[in-house]
T-cell receptor, first 113, second 112 residues
Framework: NAGVTQTPKFQVLKTGQSMTLQCAQD?????MYWYRQDPGMGLRLIYY???????DKGEVPNGYNVSRLNKREFSLRLESAAPSQTSVYFC????????????FGQGTRLTVV | GNSVTQMEGPVTLSEEAFLTINCTYT??????LFWYVQYPGEGLQLLLK?????DKGSNKGFEATYRKETTSFHLEKGSVQVSDSAVYFC???????????FGSGTRLLVRP
C-alpha cells in the first residue's frame, strides 16, 4: 500500500532554474495539497485541489504553479526558483470519508543556491 | 480566521516522564482537531484525532481531549519513551473546507 508518493526526495537547484515536483496517491482521494515546511513555521499551504479539475491558492502561492493531471496526480512547478523557496515540500491527500484527515508523502527537500 | 497555537519547543524529557504539549485553537464553527507526528526524515503521520467537543482521541499511549470551553486540544502521555522523540503538530480541519491548518510544531527530545 503505497499511499502518497513524492518524487524526487532531494533536489538542488540554481537560482532561476525550473523544476516540477511530482505527487501521486493510490487511495482514490478527491482532495490533494501541497505544503511547505520551514523551521518554526509549521506547514503552510501552497495550493490545493478539492477535486479533479479544480485548483485553488493556499496561504503562500507566489512563485508556484500546480496541475491536477488526473485524480491520482498533483504536481507542483517552480518556474524560476529563488533561495526563499528552499524548504521541505509535502504533498498530501484526503477525502470526505477520511473526515478531513490528511495522508502525507515523505517530502522533498529542495535547496536553491 | 482559523488558527492553531502550540507551545514552543524543544521539550526535553527523561524517559518515563509525563508529557504535555499545549495546543489552543481559534475557529468559526466546529472544527475537527488532530495531532500529527513527524519522525526524523519522514512525512507527517496522524497520531490521533477528535471530531467533536468532549471527544478524546488516543493512540500509542497518547491522549488529547477536545475542550470547546477552553478551545484546547492538549497532547498528553503518561510515560514517554526515547522512540517518542519527534516533532508534534496540532491541526484543525473544517468540514466546510478541505484544508488543514497547522500549528508551528513542537520538537520533543526524550533522553534515556
Amino acid at each position: 500500500n503505497a499511499g502518497v508518493t513524492q518524487t524526487p526526495k532531494f533536489q538542488v537547484l540554481k537560482t532561476g532554474q525550473s523544476m516540477t515536483l511530482q505527487c501521486a496517491q493510490d487511495m482514490n482521494h478527491n482532495s490533494m495539497y501541497w505544503y511547505r515546511q520551514d523551521p518554526g513555521m509549521g506547514l503552510r499551504l501552497i495550493y490545493y485541489s478539492a477535486s479533479e479539475g479544480t485548483t485553488d491558492k493556499g496561504e503562500v502561492p507566489n512563485g508556484y504553479n500546480v496541475s491536477r493531471l488526473n485524480k491520482r496526480e498533483f504536481s507542483l512547478r517552480l518556474e524560476s526558483a529563488a533561495p526563499s523557496q528552499t524548504s521541505v515540500y509535502f504533498c498530501a491527500s484526503s477525502s470526505r470519508d477520511s473526515g478531513t484527515e490528511a495522508f502525507f508523502g515523505q517530502g522533498t527537500r529542495l535547496t536553491v543556491v | 480566521g482559523n488558527s492553531v497555537t502550540q507551545m514552543e519547543g524543544p521539550v526535553t524529557l527523561s524517559e518515563e516522564a509525563f508529557l504535555t504539549i499545549n495546543c489552543t485553537y481559534t475557529a468559526t464553527g466546529y472544527p475537527s482537531l488532530f495531532w500529527y507526528v513527524q519522525y526524523p526524515g519522514e512525512g507527517l503521520q496522524l497520531l490521533l484525532k477528535a471530531t467533536k467537543a468532549d471527544d478524546k482521541g488516543s493512540n500509542k499511549g497518547f491522549e488529547a481531549t477536545y475542550r470547546k470551553e477552553t478551545t484546547s486540544f492538549h497532547l498528553e502521555k503518561g510515560s514517554v519513551q526515547v522512540s517518542d522523540s519527534a516533532v508534534y503538530f496540532c491541526a484543525l480541519g473544517m468540514d466546510s473546507s478541505y484544508k488543514l491548518i497547522f500549528g508551528s510544531g513542537t520538537r520533543l527530545l526524550v533522553r534515556p
